[in-house]
């Protein structure tokens, strides 16, 4: 799907016709799934963990983004440090709002890990948040219309590793309970102004 919507881009296709042709395609899980809560900004989560995966994802995106880029991501634990500062690079290069988060942390603390990542910014422009559901509540409370919401790293994963547990998570969860407060507060709101 990236391959083709960066293809499209590239010939000159309108970013709106990409993104017609995204919503046709089957989605894999977690492989730029898109998620509609009936938003006026599209949120697409993925895998991409990797920096040549998180480049392909964001150049991507960033090619049928009307607007802003906002990009969630963080690094696996236990992996490859030296790709830490690389993805903090690509993430600064194509996304408008960066926020840098715990991804699979594994054995690691998520702060060590967020430090290695962040040395790959060349300005401060980016946000920090540890937790991975606020990181996202975060981006989901950014977003405008004609945004893209990139969540990267996470996926399909239905738990992620802390020091040997697995922990029940997911994104699209996280991303389910935002849209469910948010129902919530409106829903309370609306009930304080009309008693």
Known sequence: ALAAAATAWGLGIPSELIRQGLTQLHQVPGRMEKVDFGQDFDIFIDFAHTPAALESLLKGLKGIADKRLIVVFGAVGNGDKGKRPQMAAIAQKYGDVVIVTSTQPKYEDPDAII?????????????????????????????????????????HQKYKLVKGQAIPYSDHQAVANFFMRAAQEETAAGTETTA
């Open 115 to 155: 430090d290695e990542i962040v040395q790959g910014f060349t300005s401060k422009k980016y946000i920090r948040i540890v937790q991975r559901e606020q990181a996202i509540e975060k981006a989901l409370s950014l977003a405008r219309a004609g945004d893209i919401v990139a969540l990267a790293g996470f996926g």
